[in-house]
């Protein structure tokens, strides 16, 4: 036993990974906690530290009993230490480990709570980035503990914490888009539930981890996901294979776009008696939404300059207590502007779904406007195919039917800045000022062979000139995003 501050802690870790260790303490009440300890050479590297107090933070702001509690965090010589709930029991590697595959109906009634709690941290604004069995704990009453938020992304911020081009999180269990370095959302999450999932029903990892990380990610990137005959000789309900299906489908505007629709689908796979009782949304409206994005959306945006994101916003269609809405919620990294006020990442804008055509545009750009009555259109074919299988007590198809008839689409009107300010002329700029310049630069040099040598000083110079103009354009083009924000 030692000391560190007020805790007497057990010499022997109860856990470790590459940064440190987790070790066992008691107060002088003799209340157990987990203790973080960060090694010396990480608790020194500036960023290593800004990530771990964001991580308790972050954590403090996510009050539920599903989620590890963290109460105190201090620098202690070299050290730094993060003290957090003690959680008793098995992760899910360990379970497995110990007990084998899990039984469908066992796997499927842990992984309903753990998709309840995921939705909690989703709904905070956060994405954890690093799910797999080693960071959810089974307690021994079967309750679950969602724990590790050290990378975890604040989707309200602006920067979130993810430099665009860098690979975050654990090689067998992040999504395709995450492999392959692109910005990420919850939906990268619920692809590494989908992963964790497979790994109890089976007892092996849908993906091992390979010689290399570039190996690694180009297998999950190229690979399909493996179903779960190729690994389990058990018999399991065809239902369930397309519910996992669907959870890692390698498009992620085709996975399940929330754990509350996963949880769903797994909840009404149990036997009745085995379902548990979390109360689920009635709101027959729920999943009615359409999205706009460069690709794999609903309507799709022809954008060669990429100023559209690739899932950009999703426009849900919701009756709330003061009457049916659309909400439009952007997803983007440039934003978008309806009727005029700016929503950024995550944030959303209701419009009364008896109220006059909105202008909405993509990006904040007037070149990119909504086709409101092609919205309208999809959302209406898609309350008409709900209400094929199920009851319409609403009257939703009938109220957008006559939304579409009373209000026929008219493109707004923009009023468009002056054509200098425009992204596409600050961006090809230095491209017409080149080719000026070597106008300018033929016509000296024409001058310099026929009257006077002195003129190729000028020619040399403006050929130097030209030079810059065109390296400036070609770091226009690469860095184009940065004229749309």
């Given at each position: 036993m030692k000391k560190i501050s007020i805790y007497q802690v057990e010499d022997n870790p109860i856990g470790s990974g590459g940064m440190g260790?987790?070790?066992?303490?008691?107060?002088?009440?003799?209340?157990?906690?987990?203790?973080?300890?960060?090694?010396?050479?990480?608790?020194?590297?500036?960023?290593?530290?800004?990530?771990?107090?964001?991580?308790?933070?972050?954590?403090?702001?996510?009050?539920?009993?599903s989620i590890v509690k963290v109460y105190d965090q201090f620098p202690l010589g070299d050290n730094f230490y993060i003290v957090m709930e003690f959680v008793d029991g098995?992760?899910?590697?360990?379970?497995?480990?110990?007990?084998?595959?899990?039984?469908?109906?066992?796997?499927?009634?842990?992984?309903?709570?753990?998709?309840?709690?995921?939705?909690f941290v989703h709904e905070k604004n956060f994405v954890h980035r690093d799910m797999k069995p080693s960071n959810i704990m089974i307690r021994n009453d079967e309750r679950i503990c969602i724990l590790d938020f050290g990378i975890a992304k604040d989707m309200g911020s602006q920067g979130g914490g993810t430099v665009i081009g860098t690979i975050i999180g654990s090689d067998g269990y992040m999504s395709p888009e995450q492999a392959d370095g692109f910005s990420i959302d919850h939906r990268a999450d619920i692809y590494a539930l989908g992963c964790v999932f497979y790994y109890m029903l089976t007892g092996h990892h849908a993906y091992n981890t390979l010689s290399s990380?570039?190996?690694?990610?180009?297998?999950?990137?190229?690979?399909?996901?493996?179903?779960?005959?190729?690994?389990?000789?058990?018999?399991?309900?065809?239902?369930?294979?397309?519910?996992?299906?669907?959870?890692t489908d390698r498009n992620m505007m085709k996975r399940y776009q929330s754990c509350r629709e996963f949880r769903k689908d797994l909840e009404n796979l149990l036997p009745s008696a085995s379902r548990s009782h979390t109360i689920i949304s009635q709101n027959k409206t729920e999943n009615i939404f359409i999205t706009i994005g460069r690709e794999g959306c609903d309507i799709i945006v022809d954008d060669p300059l990429?100023?559209?994101?690739?899932?950009?916003?999703?426009?849900a269609y919701k009756q709330f207590t003061g009457g049916r809405y659309y909400v439009v919620t952007d997803h983007s990294s440039n934003g978008t502007l309806v009727n005029g006020k700016k929503i950024s990442r995550n944030e959303s804008e209701n419009i009364p779904a008896d109220g006059n055509t909105p202008n909405i545009l993509l990006a904040c750009d007037s070149s990119y406007s909504v086709n409101w009555s092609e919205v309208q259109r999809l959302i209406s074919e898609k309350i008409k195919a709900q209400s094929s299988t199920q009851e319409d007590p609403v009257g939703l198809t009938q109220m957008v039917s006559e939304a579409l008839s009373d209000q026929p689409y008219d493109a707004p009107d923009h009023e468009d800045g002056a054509w200098y300010d425009a992204p596409f002329w600050q961006i090809t700029k230095p491209l017409w000022l080149a080719i000026a310049s070597i106008i300018v630069t033929i016509i000296l040099f024409m001058v310099a062979l026929e009257f006077n040598r002195i003129a190729y000083g000028f020619v040399l110079v403006m050929g130097y000139y030209v030079i810059k103009l065109l390296w400036q354009f070609i770091q226009n083009l690469i860095h184009r995003e940065e004229f749309y924000n």
């Open positions: 260790r987790v070790l066992r303490g008691t107060d002088s009440q003799g209340r157990q906690f987990a203790i973080k300890e960060i090694l010396p050479e990480f608790a020194s590297d500036f960023e290593i530290r800004t990530r771990t107090e964001r991580e308790v933070e972050l954590l403090q702001q996510l009050n539920n009993d098995l992760n899910v590697e360990q379970y497995v480990q110990k007990y084998g595959a899990i039984p469908w109906e066992r796997a499927t009634r842990f992984m309903v709570k753990i998709l309840e709690a995921m939705q990380d570039f190996e690694t990610r180009s297998n999950i990137a190229n690979t399909p996901f493996p179903k779960l005959s190729k690994h389990s000789k058990k018999s399991f309900p065809t239902k369930l294979q397309e519910i996992l299906d669907h959870a990429m100023k559209v994101s690739r899932n950009h916003l999703d426009i």
